[in-house]
């Protein structure tokens, strides 16, 4: 299962290059009222959808109360939540769907079924059922859709991908690597000097496609500080780096 979560994200890194994916949203936006109501928060619904997308690890505001100047500003740092109903005589059933600010479809999770009888149960239930899907996905912000992060290497550092890699003199930390730029992202050397991982941008911000010959997995940005993770037999590695651009 771990194996196939990895593949999962890295599917959702490389899909970074033709369209936005949940890591690129900190924010979601949510209705107060649904289309198929007529009431607001109708059997509390809207309440426990911002409620099961701040578990999942997003920010999140009601769309028509007042929104952090961030937002206020560029609805596009958000996504739109919605709820689609699909009309059965003894089945409630819910799909939720993510979209951009252009109305781009980010996320749709599977259908949530209830056979409950009792309404506001039954709308609950498929809801939680239809999260079900997005809470199977794994979610970290990693920076905006478009943005990738303009890195320059120092001049001594920098060398066409065909080429070797070039000694470094430094006053770094020990085990500090040194960022090479080649035509798809950079190479990771040593002070040896030798090539201890091959990193391939993606259009996300802070996050690249890894290679160090033995393990395939990314790097990103956490918390100010990089980290490679793979797998290697169903276990999650995640290894510190310390990387000099």
Do not use: H
Not at 82 to 99: A, N, P, S
Not at 199 to 206: E, N, P, V, Y
Request: proline residues 3%; positive net charge; glycine residues 6%.
């Amino acid at each position: 299962m771990k194996r196939y979560l990895l593949l999962l994200l890295l599917f959702t890194t490389l899909s970074g290059y033709a369209q936005n994916t949940i890591n690129n949203y900190k924010y979601i936006l949510v209705p107060e009222q649904y289309g198929f109501f007529k009431e607001v928060n109708q059997y509390g619904l809207n309440s426990l959808t911002k409620k099961l997308l701040e578990e999942k690890g997003f920010t999140v505001y009601f769309d028509n109360k007042d929104l952090p100047a961030e937002i206020a500003n560029n609805k596009c740092k958000a996504m739109a939540a919605d709820l689609i109903e699909k009309k059965g005589m003894f089945t409630t059933t819910l799909t939720l769907v993510l979209k951009d600010c252009q109305g781009n479809l980010v996320f749709k999770g599977k259908e949530g079924k209830s056979r409950e009888k009792e309404f506001g149960k039954a709308y609950n239930d498929a809801l939680k059922n239809t999260f079900a899907s997005l809470n199977e996905l794994p979610y970290t912000f990693v920076g905006e859709a478009g943005k990738v992060e303009s890195v320059k290497a120092p001049e001594t550092a920098v060398v066409p991908a065909n080429q070797q890699v070039v000694a470094v003199e430094s006053t770094e930390p020990s085990g500090t690597l040194y960022a090479q730029v080649t035509a798809n992202g950079f190479q990771l050397i040593d002070t040896t000097p030798k090539k201890v991982l091959t990193l391939f941008k993606t259009s996300i911000q802070d996050c690249f496609i890894a290679d160090n010959a033995k393990y395939k997995g990314i790097v990103l940005k956490k918390d100010g500080k990089w980290f490679f993770e793979y797998y290697n037999n169903d276990k999650l590695i995640s290894e510190e780096l310390l990387i000099k651009f």
